[in-house]
């Protein structure tokens, strides 16, 4: 028989969203009549703004009259749009990026999975804890992350997070290769500041690592916490980022993200000599990757019109008006909450263990939210609600709680 990749023999499954839905499915059938309010969903509700559909809707139109049709796209992503990302999301920021440093992609999930690609195979991988899983799974497919037991990969740098730290993570106790920061974060709903995104920076150049960082929820910032690493400077030569459609403007079904990988950014190759992360990821992209349809990167680069960020930045903040009810709520009753200020995620402490609260929330106020346990160890006592849901359902959701007691 064929032999098949046996790293993913190793990988514990996907458990966490697995058992809410296990749970909440019982619990339904248990309770018919109970009316389940879901604040675990990690995916938007509002539609697309009408000024990405139009620009959506004008794009299919081109693709069907053969004077402005479109046969396969350029490999990296349309000159218009990475334009629009260059002059819309990076200019105001003071950031010089340049077009052949940006590629269009479908969604952010895929190039934080796709990029460990470019990384040997005995690279030491840093991630922190909580974490979003798809770096640490991406990683564990490929061989990197040694063998899971009690919670933990052997093979990975964990950097905790949590309350006592202020969720700033450590810098890496023993010598790693990557280093995946997320921020604002997902699940934790915080930020880091300049200098302490500086630190780690600083950190980078002086150990030779590159940094992931994942931009996902920047639309959301509210604070005056960076949007961008490389408003730090030195990250040009040391970090790629990724950024999503998916949460900033409603693409999580349309499907759209962009990398930046700044043409500093160089590994060492077998012989010792720099190798340009850039030219690998062109490389790479030109061999495994379509592109993204033509009517989606229009869609896209309506996101960028003054008309279509306004729509846009309307979306977020209802979202986040739903995350400063949630954090003004659960702290009048006493609980510790982190986050809902720049993210749509507001993570609290339990005062029983996290998959214990879930059941507690589950039966007694049918409200669903996800148990920190799920996000790696030092999620442990820790519970994250999100923002993404209707207004008035999230405040009879808060209710409920509230009459818990
Ligand atoms: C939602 C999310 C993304 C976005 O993924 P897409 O593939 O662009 O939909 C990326 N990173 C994090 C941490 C997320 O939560």
Not at 7 to 22: C, D, M, S, T, V
Not at 123 to 133: E, R
Not at 175 to 195: E, H, K
Request: net charge negative.
């Amino acid at each position: 028989m064929f032999k098949v990749n046996p790293h993913y023999a190793k990988l514990p499954g996907n458990y966490l969203f697995a058992e809410i839905a296990r749970r909440v499915r019982q619990h339904a059938a248990t309770h018919p009549e109970a009316d389940i309010i879901s604040l675990g969903i990690g995916d938007v509700t509002l539609p697309l703004p009408p000024a990405v559909v139009s620009a959506f809707e004008q794009g299919v139109r081109e693709m069907g009259d053969a004077k402005t049709f479109h046969g396969y796209g350029p490999d990296f992503g349309y000159d218009f749009l990475r334009q629009a990302i260059r002059d819309g999301d990076y200019a105001p920021l003071g950031v010089e990026v340049a077009l052949d440093e940006i590629f269009v992609s479908d969604g952010a999930k895929c190039d934080v999975s796709n990029i460990q690609e470019l990384f040997s195979d005995d690279a030491v991988i840093a991630v922190t804890d909580p974490v979003y899983p798809v770096y640490v799974d991406s990683n564990a497919m490929a061989g990197r992350a040694g063998v899971y037991d009690n919670g933990r990969w052997s093979r990975l740098c964990y950097l905790p997070c949590n309350a006592e730290n202020g969720f700033v993570p450590p810098l890496p106790d023993r010598p790693v290769d990557v280093i995946y920061l997320c921020y604002p974060n997902n699940p934790t709903g915080t930020t880091l500041s300049r200098a302490q995104l500086q630190t780690f920076v600083d950190y980078a150049r002086e150990h030779g690592c590159l940094i992931v960082y994942d931009a996902a929820y920047k639309a959301f910032i509210t604070s005056d916490a960076p949007h961008s690493i490389y408003e730090v400077p030195g990250a040009r030569e040391v970090a790629v980022e990724c950024c999503s459609y998916s949460k900033t403007a409603g693409f999580t079904g349309t499907r759209c993200g962009y990398m930046v990988i700044p043409r500093e950014v160089c590994g060492q190759g077998d012989g010792g000599q720099p190798v340009s992360l850039n030219a690998m990821w062109k490389r790479r992209m030109g061999s495994k990757f379509n592109g993204v349809s033509y009517p989606v990167q229009r869609a896209a680069a309506a996101v960028h019109t003054p008309q279509g960020a306004a729509q846009c930045a309307q979306n977020i903040r209802y979202y986040l008006q739903n995350a400063a009810l949630i954090r003004s709520a659960l702290s009048d009753m006493g609980y510790e909450v982190y986050g809902g200020v720049d993210a749509p995620y507001v993570w609290l402490k339990t005062p029983v263990d996290s998959w214990a609260f879930f059941d507690r929330l589950l039966t007694q106020a049918h409200v669903v939210g996800t148990p920190g346990a799920g996000f790696g160890p030092c999620g442990e006592g820790y519970f994250r609600l999100t923002a993404f849901g209707d207004h008035d359902r999230t405040a009879q959701a808060l209710q409920r709680i509230r009459n818990l007691g």
